[in-house]
């Protein structure tokens, strides 16, 4: 995207993309300390040879602490889940439920009703955040208090969420919400689509990309949507597993391009990011969130509390609810409703020229950090 617009372009490495997921799917963070000392190296050698007058990092914890310890100014871009002060609804992502080691039912008890759920928090927080205080002290940079710190790190915080979905409470002089990061990509939608039949519904099951979702409750609930007489779409996520049902209402693509897609779907079934969120919601999609880890989790929890749809935890999924609740969504008003009412903020939020106007203010001095 930058080599096209003309920007010159220097490559670093990353962790290994599989091994984050895994991570995540067990409650860890994402990334060791090793991993974190070569980030620290890598952006440390790209400053001292740049010498930027400005970074800009989405998610990079280790060039934004960089870019303080250097006195470079700097605009971090993250979740409003990843905020100090994001305050979930307090159910259980499942990650955190397999290290626990106690069923979800106790652990949202324990987490909504007792003390004990302020100390297990506190406990999984600072598990998580362990990596990163221990990659900065080895480093020789002082370490931040918790995860939450280093992800919303610089003189600028952009929030890349819509507050009306992920509020956060008080905001700090820095923060500032971008709204919805929509996209458009140029892929056409694939040829069989145009057998859609427009007087039937459609599903939408998006796996993502991470191979964090189980897909073991793929072909039971595909095989009762077809027997309702609706149609499926299945984005594989260019993940390998084997889909074995035949139906003209059945369509198996190993990737789909959402934001020519969804316009045309009644609703959607996915693991429950970010983007996809925003992104279907811009479309009037309805959702269906089978969260995998604590991110997405949280997000589940968002359109569930906003009535833009629901969400099961995979590891207490019941396919016959799920069916249940499908054919609901596809009919309910109120969710309807709330989804357009949605939309109309979605589309009216616009920060952009604050952004640029609090960025020039950094890069002058005059903006307070």
């Given at each position: 995207m930058f080599a096209a617009e003309g920007f010159k372009t220097a490559s670093i490495e990353i962790a290994e993309p599989t091994a984050i997921y895994q991570r995540l799917r067990q409650g860890g963070m994402m990334y060791t300390t090793e991993d974190?000392?070569?980030?620290?190296?890598?952006?440390?050698?790209?400053i001292k040879r740049f010498q930027p007058c400005l970074i800009v990092s989405e998610f990079r914890f280790t060039a934004l602490q960089l870019a303080k310890k250097y006195g470079i100014p700097s605009v971090g871009m993250t979740d409003a889940t990843c905020h100090p002060n994001f305050v979930s609804d307090r159910t259980v992502p499942d990650p955190f439920a397999k290290t626990l080691a106690a069923p979800l039912w106790l652990?949202?008890?324990?987490?909504?009703?007792?003390?004990?759920?302020?100390?297990?928090n506190r406990q999984t927080i600072q598990k998580i955040s362990i990596s990163l205080r221990e990659a900065s002290i080895a480093y020789g940079?002082?370490?931040?208090?918790?995860?939450?710190?280093?992800?919303?790190?610089?003189?600028?915080?952009?929030?890349?969420?819509l507050p009306d979905l992920v509020p956060i409470e008080p905001l700090r002089p820095g923060d500032l919400y971008t709204g919805a990061l929509l996209w458009e990509r140029p892929e056409p939608l694939p040829h069989e689509l145009f057998r859609l039949d427009p007087n039937k519904k459609t599903i939408y099951v998006s796996l993502g990309t991470q191979e964090s979702l189980p897909?073991?409750?793929l072909k039971s609930y595909v095989?009762?949507?077809?027997?309702?007489?609706?149609?499926?779409i299945v984005s594989r996520g260019k993940r390998s597993f084997e889909m074995p049902v035949e139906s003209k209402n059945l369509f198996v693509f190993d990737f789909v391009n959402d934001s020519k897609l969804l316009p045309n779907i009644n609703l959607m079934v996915y693991p429950g990011g970010a983007m996809t969120t925003y992104q279907a919601l811009s479309c009037g999609v309805p959702l269906i969130a089978l969260p995998a880890h604590a991110n997405q989790h949280f997000y589940a929890e968002a359109i569930a509390?906003?009535?833009?749809?629901?969400f099961f935890r995979p590891s207490r999924l019941n396919i016959d609810k799920l069916v249940r609740i499908t054919l609901s969504l596809l009919e309910d008003s109120e969710i309807?409703?709330?989804?357009?009412?949605?939309?109309?903020?979605?589309?009216?939020?616009?920060?952009?020229?604050t952004i640029l106007s609090r960025t020039e203010a950094l890069l002058n001095g005059a903006f307070p950090t």
């Open positions: 974190l000392i070569a980030y620290f190296t890598q952006d440390d050698l790209l652990l949202d008890f324990i987490s909504q009703r007792t003390r004990l759920g302020e100390v297990i940079l002082e370490p931040l208090p918790t995860f939450f710190d280093y992800a919303s790190q610089g003189d600028i915080c952009l929030l890349c969420d897909t073991d409750f095989e009762k949507l077809l027997e309702r007489d609706l149609q499926a509390r906003n009535k833009l749809g629901y309807h409703a709330s989804i357009k009412a949605f939309q109309k903020k979605l589309v009216s939020f616009d920060a952009r020229e």
